[in-house]
């Protein structure tokens, strides 16, 4: 009953997201493919407000934080270097019975174990059975490769190989020294990026959050050895905040803490920040203290030193690094699912409930879709509407407020159909404000101003709109 209920409000969800133009399946006219997917005219704006938020309290705010952008493609030796080429893969099984293909992992998880692990290898715990069609006839866990390869230039051969990147942190590494050089640093201080990665999942799912193809913001923030725990600490309680600044509610968010025995050996933390979605409490980003493992290979590989001067100290050294590492389509994702409300508005008045999503409104209430996002990740900020479209002294007024408006913010104009069914249109996309011209407007100067959580109107000024909104949304 509970899974049912989940899928429902995931299923909800989705028919919004296409529905309103925020994420469609990739290649969707042929039949779509699975593990990618596009973001619509709002989903883009989504995303873009999320890297945004990133980029400037992550880079912007701190002057020891520079910015890179690296090429998707980089030489095949980065990837050997890293460990990704020869380890970066999964377990995977599959059902001999319906030819279901899992993540080991995945599938003892959901059968309430875990995958057994030793010196290595992989082994399926008794009883586990194919979530399909209930076969336990599957095969023994076998390593995936997770990296896409291609070839650089016209010939299809060994030498020509190369990776589409499963992370955007390798190029942060292997350009170490330039930004270095470059950035006039000292430690402590940051390198942070944002991109694509690639990675061939056995099993994409629960809607984008498991893709093929996703966006990174990664920072490698690089320290003194010995201040690792502090650093790491730092990390985790920015972030979190962070996540409450573009509306996760702090219960929403949890910290997976990586036992001692499950972190890589050259690591000495890892905390994950966890989201509370319909389907469970998963991963939004990674937090580990990573050591120097990755600017050591990097040295060992290229023969180049990855070494930094301390000039008071009079001593040099490879830098450990604080990795807090997360996925763009993630949050996206855990932030349309915190905004996705059904609420239940009484006919005659009264106090607004909660709805249970995909549930009727009962008898005297109406039923709105709200998308209650944070104003700063909301795709659109202001709507404005004539009161009538047929009256041009109303829509020559609106089109003079929309036009100032949309200098600041990404605004939308709407003429069609009732006020109340304008209003429900923009609720359903979660824009915060709503702007209404009317025929009082052409002799006070004045609009009504309608706030998306509350529904309350309030009259204002003409002249004071953009301060106030700037005070809102801020
Ligand atoms: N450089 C470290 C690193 O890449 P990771 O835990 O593998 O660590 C970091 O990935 C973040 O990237 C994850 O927390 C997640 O948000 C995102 N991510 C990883 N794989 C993903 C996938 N298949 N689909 C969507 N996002 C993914």
Redesign the pocket.
Known sequence: MAKQKKNRTLDALASLCKRRGFIFQSSEIYGGIN?FWDYGPLGVELKRNIKEAWWKDVVQANENIVGLDCSIIMHPRVWEASGHVGGFSDPMVDCRACKKRYKADNLCEDQGTELIEADGTFELPEGIKCTACGSNDLTEPRSFDLMFKTFVGPVEEDSATAYLR?????GIFAQFSNVLSTARQKLPFGIAQIGK?F?N?IN?RNY?????????M?LEFFIEPGTDAEWHAHWITERLKWYESIGLPAESLHQDIHPEHKLAHYASACT??AYDFPFGVQ????I?ARGNFDLSRHAEFSGKSMDYFDQEANKRFIPHVV?P???????ALAVLCNAYREEWIPKGGGEVIQGEIGKRAPEGYEMRTVMRFAPRVAPIKVAVFPLLKNKPELVNKAREVFDSLQRCWPCAYDQVGAIGRRYRRQDEVGTPFCVTIDFDSLEDECVTLRHRDSMTQERIAISDLIATLHGQLA
């Open positions: 593990g499963p992370e955007t942190a390798q990665a990675r999942e994409p984008t959050f498991r893709s093929r193809e996703f966006e990174q990664e994950d920040i991963e939004l980003e990674g580990a990795e590492s997360a996925g763009v389509d993630r949050i």
